[in-house]
């Protein structure tokens, strides 16, 4: 159980298995990632919104990797623990004309700085903002040969913004190709559900990740468990996405009825019941077009503690 550190640059901003591993480690082992920002350390703290407007959007999301994990192959399952994302002191947020959940309304660019302290920032008088680093993205690369933008998330992860997965989670992944060829970046210090003005604040990053993994373990996509540190207890989370937020819906839904039914042998119609008096719906995002981004939770204290996975 090696650890290794993999240095942010060169980042890539486009999901291709043809890139080749910058890395490749074994299960078990751990690696720093060292993370610029989603810009690509284009945005600086005195930078002006006029620059703002003339960085190269193709640069985003800028992540780091890919690592490949030995063995790892189809239908096999990754574990990702986090083990901590910790912040560099600085972060940004901005309205870009044309994206965000109320574009129509908020049609001028706009930039804004965040000094930040460990645990807060106050940059936004009156309000005190908690701070709970995570990375936007954490994905395995997708199925196919086609080259793809990292904007939308899917089953591999990716571009998820599911806040829950701050230090102490662990997300789980369905492979896709050989190696896994996980990559990730797109930091947040903060983010509130639903990211509506398309940004959390954005920094620089450092996130330290373990890999697991599980061979011939069915997973459908993304599912997530938050830690006891979480402000609303440890939780099994499903994330789904979809271009239509219904669909993404009812999917994250189902597959936490599916998961019910497999881990702990509930009958389905029991499974369906208790999602309705148990499970906690909430939009993690609304602004990856075409996709948006569904977590469905319900609290560990709810059910039998449970190993999903083998070791």
């Known amino acids: 159980m090696a650890t290794h550190t993999l240095s942010a640059i060169p980042t890539h901003s486009r999901w291709n298995a043809a890139i080749p591993p910058r890395l490749t480690i074994d299960a078990g082992d751990t690696v720093h990632f060292e993370c610029l920002d989603s810009s690509g350390a284009q945005v600086h703290p005195c930078m002006t919104v006029?620059?703002?407007?003339?960085?190269?959007?193709?640069?985003?999301?800028?992540?780091?990797?890919p690592v490949a994990v030995h063995g790892a192959q189809p239908g096999d399952v990754l574990q990702i623990d986090v083990l901590e994302v910790a912040h560099k002191g600085w972060g940004w947020s901005s309205v870009i004309p044309g994206l965000g959940f109320l574009k129509d309304r908020f049609k001028d660019p706009f930039l804004f700085h965040w000094a930040l302290d460990q645990e807060t920032t106050a940059s936004l008088a009156p309000a005190i903002v908690p701070l709970r680093p995570f990375c936007g993205i954490l994905g395995?690369?997708?199925a196919g040969d086609e080259e793809l933008r990292t904007r939308p998330p899917g089953a591999f992860g990716g571009n998820l913004d599911v806040r829950e997965l701050f230090t102490g989670a662990t997300l789980y992944l369905p492979v896709q190709h050989a190696g896994a060829l996980f990559s990730c970046g797109d930091a947040h210090a903060a983010q509130g559900d639903g990211e509506v003005c398309i940004n959390g604040i954005e920094c620089p990053a450092d996130a330290t990740l373990r890999f697991h993994l599980h061979?011939?373990?069915?997973?459908?996509?993304?599912?997530?468990?938050?830690?006891?540190?979480?402000?609303?207890?440890?939780?099994?989370?499903v994330v789904a996405s979809d271009a239509d937020a219904l669909a993404a819906t009812r999917a994250a839904t189902s597959r936490m009825v599916d998961l019910l039914v497999?881990?702990?042998?509930?009958e389905p119609v029991h499974a369906y019941l208790l999602c309705s008096v148990a499970m906690n719906l909430r939009l993690s995002q609304v602004v990856n077009e075409p996709m948006v981004t569904v977590s469905a939770s319900i609290a560990k204290s709810v059910l039998p503690a449970r190993k999903l996975f083998g070791a």
């Open 50 to 65: 006029d620059e703002f407007q003339r960085i190269d959007r193709g640069l985003i999301h800028a992540i780091t990797g």
């Open 140 to 142: 395995v690369c997708p």
């Open 215 to 237: 061979k011939a373990q069915p997973l459908a996509g993304p599912l997530v468990e938050t830690p006891a540190a979480a402000p609303e207890g440890p939780c099994w989370v």
């Open 262 to 266: 497999a881990r702990w042998g509930f």
